[in-house]
């Protein structure tokens, strides 16, 4: 196979820009395994929602989600980061991360609740709004209307509190968030530039 200039060219780019070389991930040697390349610490769902819980409660990570949900960030993201971040640690293999996907969107959920705090499942759910004509609005009111039903289920299929064991949901109730968390995050919505006057 014959070297061309426009592979050595993508190899000097590559190091020049700090990226691995292709294929240096299976010269490592076995000794030195990322965290993800041995067995999960964690391989019973039950468990790791537990630890997945215990891990939104504390101080730190609540006050971070309870802001990064007022802030509009989605839940499915929230959860989507929560698990990444435990698949790399090594503490469950990606079978398992999928799994509790629907229980850890339904803890971020419960846990925006108890703080009272709006939230959106899907950091797209925040569009523009656009003006728009008064027919316009008159109709979008009246699809509304006709389809509330079809949202209703829709959104009461998309989430089943039944995939969160019994026990979590307890935990979940009697977490009291302090009132001192509840008023920063309060405070954090009228700081914004826009909403200050002179």
């Known amino acids: 196979m014959a070297i061309t200039e426009k592979s050595i060219e993508f190899l000097g780019n590559s190091l020049a820009k700090g990226r691995p070389i292709p294929g240096q991930s299976l010269t490592n040697s076995p000794d030195q395994q990322y965290p993800w390349e041995q067995p999960p610490e964690l391989t019973n769902a039950r468990e790791a929602m537990f ?5 939104l409660t504390e101080d730190d990570s609540l006050t971070n989600i309870l802001f990064a949900l007022n802030k509009g960030v989605g839940v499915i993201d929230l959860a989507s980061i929560t698990l990444y971040t435990g698949f790399i640690e090594g503490k469950w293999n990606p079978d398992l991360m999928l799994l509790l996907m629907e229980p850890t969107m339904y803890m971020i959920m419960a846990l925006a609740e108890k703080a009272e705090i709006d939230y959106v499942m899907d950091s797209g759910d925040l569009s523009k709004q656009t003006d728009i004509s008064t027919q316009d609005k008159v109709k979008q009111l009246q699809t509304a209307v006709t389809s509330l039903d079809e949202v209703r289920k829709k959104a009461s299929d998309q989430v089943s509190p039944q995939s969160v064991p019994e026990e ?31």
């Open 168 to 198: 979590v949901k307890e935990k979940i109730e009697e977490t009291v968030i302090p009132t001192s968390l509840l008023e920063q995050v309060k405070s954090e919505q009228s700081t914004s530039l826009l909403g200050k006057r002179d």
């Open 51 to 55: 630890a997945i819980f215990d891990s």
